[in-house]
């Protein structure tokens, strides 16, 4: 069956259906990522986008669920140059295409993803349709696709009640987590999930409790913190933060999520009392951003984002330079932040916008990027042990 990408600026791209039959409009974004489509499928913050792959070979390996990041699909669609349609992968589950029609995800196929990435580049993030309906005439399309817009999406992805993750107590012989953190043994043991098992080993984290704000956490957030030890208790996004502070939580993490962090104003409204608390606090890229409106700073909407495995980032406190995985449309602005609420302590080495703040005379820290991406890379991991050697300093 053909199938149509059309754009807000009229341009139009014609292959093949995939996934569900439906027709879908949506912010159309980008990823750079050469693997772990899967993971990009399962990430909440891709809610009310479709995401192109520009890798040209998507579906190889098939889906195996365990390396899911979260309970379902959220993208409202996909866009790649090839489908593999027949896995090589003793691990997988289902196909690609049978994974898309049972999270009725609508997608296309056989397209100049790179014609297409370009066009997003030079012209910025632009919502588009993708159909099976040939449309001959565009006067009645084209001001439905101006007027998408993602919303309110923190709602939708967040947990409904809070659940618990823990490290089992035989983490430190075989590399087991028990709850609802998944882990794969095998993995492990070949150090894929980790660069430095010792510090697992160590559990570093034990006995810490953290209370994870979920606006649409990526289930390795809490799996990163379980392998360190910790005992994570994950929170719905509109939890107040009178429940937070009166968990006994030794520290708070505020995860990833979709959509412009300015919608969030009643969470925004919370994190000004955790802020005003002395608990030691983590966030990570709409969490960070969050935490930033709620001190005074400002957010402004990228271009065409950051989205993709390959980011370099430079922390500003040593000069070294790690590759990370990110997912984000919107930035801190650091031109008017005040010194005396946070410093940047990260930056992005390819566009020099703010990817980290360190809050002044707080124990607070904040980043852009993802160091619990999986499947990677995970050069900068170590900023989970840094939070727990945060939180052991105010036992």
């Excluded at 028990?178 to 043991?189: C, I, L, M, T, V």
């Excluded at 379980?226 to 996004?237: D, F, N, Q």
Aim: overall charge negative.
């Amino acid at each position: 069956m053909r199938a149509y990408l059309i754009l807000e600026d009229g341009n139009i791209f014609e292959g093949t259906h995939i996934g569900a039959d439906r027709e879908v409009i949506s912010e159309i974004v980008f990823n750079t990522s050469m693997a772990g489509y899967l993971e990009v499928l399962t990430d909440p913050s891709y809610a009310g986008q479709a995401v192109c792959m520009t890798y040209p070979l998507i579906g190889n390996y098939g889906i195996c669920r365990e390396d899911m990041e979260s309970r379902r699909a959220w993208p409202d669609g996909f866009i790649v140059r090839e489908l593999s349609r027949i896995p090589s992968n003793f691990r997988a589950d289902l196909t690609i295409q049978e994974f898309l029609e049972e999270n009725n995800m609508p997608g296309i196929a056989g397209i100049d993803t790179r014609a297409l990435t370009r066009i997003l580049r030079e012209k910025g993030t632009m919502n588009g349709m993708i159909t099976t309906r040939q449309y001959g005439d565009l006067t009645e399309i084209l001001p439905r696709l101006h007027a998408y817009t993602t919303g309110k999406v923190v709602e939708k992805v967040s947990c409904a009640a809070p659940y618990t993750v823990r490290a089992s107590q035989d983490l430190a012989d075989n590399g087991a987590i028990s709850g609802s953190a998944r882990f794969d043994r095998d993995s492990y043991a070949r150090g894929e999930r980790e660069k430095r098992p010792s510090l697992v080993k160590e559990l570093n984290g034990k006995g810490l409790k953290v209370a994870l704000m979920d606006f649409g956490a990526k289930d390795n957030i809490a799996r990163s913190l379980a392998a360190r030890g910790c005992e994570v208790t994950v929170y719905p996004a509109l939890t107040s933060a009178e429940q937070i502070l009166s968990s006994g939580a030794d520290g708070i993490m505020l995860s990833n999520g979709p959509g412009d962090p300015k919608e969030c104003v009643s969470i925004i409204q919370e994190l000004k009392k955790l802020y005003a608390s002395d608990m030691p606090i983590f966030a990570i890229c709409l969490g960070h951003q969050l935490m930033a409106l709620a001190t005074g700073a400002d957010t402004y909407k990228m271009k065409y984002g950051h989205r993709g495995g390959n980011h370099p980032v430079k922390d500003l406190a040593t000069g070294r330079v790690y590759i990370s995985s990110q997912n984000h449309g919107y930035v801190v602005d650091t031109e008017h932040l005040d010194p005396a609420v946070a410093a940047p302590a990260f930056v992005n080495v390819n566009d020099g916008t703010n990817e980290g703040l360190a809050y002044t005379g707080k124990n607070i820290f904040t980043v852009q990027f993802h160091p619990e991406a999986c499947c990677g890379p995970q050069d900068s991991g170590y900023l989970f042990d840094r939070f727990i050697s945060m939180m052991r300093k105010k036992e």
